[in-house]
């Protein structure tokens, strides 16, 4: 069973430049996942990405959708995760705009 959590990162970026931001930085995920075993799979639809990231046992599985404002993250949250929706919920608000979007081109 899994507990679906919705998250929107609005941006002034454009659709493309989003995108391609959030293209950049997926890898970023598993330092941001405390252990160091986790493994992220990315799959690119057009403006859709669908995330599956693995870590101690859970996988968590996420659509991304990326508009010209805003980017839409809709997060299925495994077992027991899912009680901690609230905490990563306002995680992702915090920092899910800069784990995402962030410009790292000249990194």
């Known amino acids: 069973m899994t507990t679906p959590m919705e998250v929107e990162l609005p ?3 454009g659709r493309a430049e989003a ?4 293209a950049g930085n997926t890898h970023r995920l598993k330092d ?4 160091g075993m986790a493994e992220v799979h990315e799959a690119w639809d057009g403006d859709q990405l669908d995330l ?3 870590a101690m046992g859970q996988e968590v599985k996420a659509r991304i959708i990326v508009e010209e404002t805003v980017v839409k993250c809709r997060i299925d949250l495994p077992g027991m995760l899912g009680m901690f ?3 990563i919920e306002n995680a992702m608000k915090t920092h899910g705009r800069d784990l ?3 410009d790292r081109s000249l990194d």
């Open 19 to 22: 995108r391609s931001r959030i």
């Open 11 to 13: 941006h002034q970026l």
């Open 85 to 87: 929706k609230g905490a």
């Open 52 to 54: 599956t990231v693995g």
């Open 32 to 35: 941001a996942i405390p252990g």
């Open 100 to 102: 995402l979007l962030e």
